[in-house]
Each structure stands twice: as structure tokens, then as C-alpha cells.
């Protein structure tokens, strides 16, 4: 996927950017280079490799040190919603800003 001068541009204006043409030109062979790398790794064969959760179990064995997934603390939904200017069954309702 190759970029050009016009991707850029129209990249930079959706970023509020206003680079220089030759910036505009050194941006467009980064990106370039950047979407190489990302077809070069497209292309590895990845078929039965285990996702890592860290880097470390690649070398090593790791155990997860995981919590007991267990409620500590009480609801205090009404406490935190009392100073809210509208509740209306135990959701905050705040003024429309979309049509």
C-alpha cells in the first residue's frame, strides 16, 4: 500500500497539521517505510503460534499472579450520585449535545 503526496495532504488536514512541502514529502516516505514493515509482518506465516501474554514466557516459565476476583467494597451508588443535578434510576442524565 503506497501512499502519495494527496494521501498525505489529506492526512495532515484530518491531524490539523499544516506541514511544509518538504515536510509533506519526508512524511511520505516515513509513512511509506512505516506500511513496508507492516506488509512484511502481514506476511509472516503465523498459523499455530501461541499469542504471549509477556515477552518473558517466550524464555522462561511465568506464573500469573492473579486476585480472587471478589467484591471489596459496598455500593454507594446513591452517596456518589448525590450531588448529581438529574439522576433518574440510578443513571446520571446529562443535557442532549447531539441531534
Given at each position: ?21 518538504e515536510?509533506?514529502?519526508?512524511l511520505?516516505?516515513q509513512?511509506n ?26 524464555v522462561?516459565?511465568?506464573s ?20 448529581a ?5 440510578g443513571l ?8
Open positions: 500500500m503506497a501512499l502519495n503526496l494527496d494521501d498525505v495532504a489529506r492526512l495532515a488536514k484530518l491531524a490539523r497539521l499544516a506541514p511544509s512541502p515536510q509533506q514529502a519526508t511520505l516516505t509513512l517505510g512505516f506500511f513496508e514493515h507492516v506488509e512484511a509482518m502481514r506476511a509472516v506465516d503465523t498459523r499455530g503460534v501461541q499469542p504471549l501474554y509477556t515477552p518473558l514466557s517466550a522462561q516459565e511465568v500469573l499472579r492473579l486476585r480472587e476476583d471478589a467484591v471489596t467494597e459496598s455500593d454507594q451508588r446513591a452517596a456518589n450520585q448525590a450531588c443535578p438529574a439522576v433518574e434510576d446520571f442524565l446529562v443535557p442532549k449535545v447531539i441531534e
